[in-house]
């Protein structure tokens, strides 16, 4: 059972360069998260799903784009890469409505834009 | 709006003995509390979630938090830590299907 899974694990980039962070989930959960996780912090919600097709802003989206075509698979792209978006990025998800209804969370991406 | 505050950024306790993690929230509403914890260069696991059935709750590996709304606080505790609790611990609040706040976060070592 893979869970969440997070490509690339690691990644350097050049400022305005552009890259997509992919996250895939096998448990078939609806709703879908990205969050960023700056040192010291905790995590700060990027963009959310909560089913196919549909998506919506979180806390940070500037400098981000998401799209959910399937039910699995939520990626995150960066356009013009700038030197703030150097993180750990992760992708989270849950079954289902609920405030009770745990996130799962993948192993994460870590981004530096040099 | 609801916020989470961990108490101690570091915390650091000999094998053997108790750790405890304090979390105090604010929520304009009951809200759903969560402890999850942070290995190293890994994503984040859940520990034990509160749901209103039962003020002290049991997680995974030995750990239990207590809820206490006239404190509203949230604290985690285990009683004999383990090399392996070392780890970064996370307090969470969840008010709404989109809206988790993350507390800072409590950096736990433990000493041989």
């Known amino acids: 059972n893979a869970g969440v899974t997070q490509t690339p694990k690691f990644r350097i980039l050049k400022i305005g360069q552009s890259m997509t962070l992919q996250c895939t989930q096998d448990?078939?959960?609806?709703?879908m998260y990205w969050y960023r996780q700056d040192p010291g912090m905790g995590l700060k919600l990027i963009y959310y799903?909560?089913?196919?097709?549909?998506?919506d802003k979180g806390e940070v989206p500037n400098g981000y784009n998401v799209s959910r075509s399937t039910t699995e698979d939520f990626p995150l792209r960066l356009e013009l890469a700038a030197p703030s978006q150097t993180s750990v990025y992760f992708c989270?998800?849950?079954?289902?409505?609920?405030?009770?209804?745990?996130?799962?969370f993948g192993d994460g991406t870590r981004l530096s834009i040099l | 709006a609801q916020s989470v505050t961990q108490l101690d950024s570091h915390v650091s306790v000999s094998e053997g003995t108790p750790v405890l993690l304090r979390c105090n929230y604010s929520?304009?509403?009951?809200?759903?509390l969560f402890w999850y914890v942070q290995h190293p260069n890994k994503g984040l696991q859940l520990l034990l979630k509160?749901?209103?059935?039962?003020?002290l709750v049991k997680g995974i590996n030995g750990f239990e938090a207590e809820f206490k709304k006239s404190e509203t606080s949230f604290h985690l505790t285990k009683p004999s830590a383990h090399m392996s609790d070392a780890a970064e611990y996370f307090c969470?609040?969840?008010?709404?299907?989109?809206?988790?706040?993350f507390g800072a976060g409590t950096t736990v070592t433990v000493r041989a």
């Open positions: 989270a998800s849950k079954a289902e409505q609920g405030l009770n209804q745990p996130q799962h």
């Open positions: 448990m078939n959960h609806n709703y």
């Open positions: 799903s909560v089913g196919a097709g549909i998506t």
């Open positions: 929520s304009s509403y009951s809200p759903s």
């Open positions: 509160y749901t209103s059935a039962a003020t």
């Open positions: 969470v609040v969840s008010a709404n299907d989109y809206k988790l706040s």
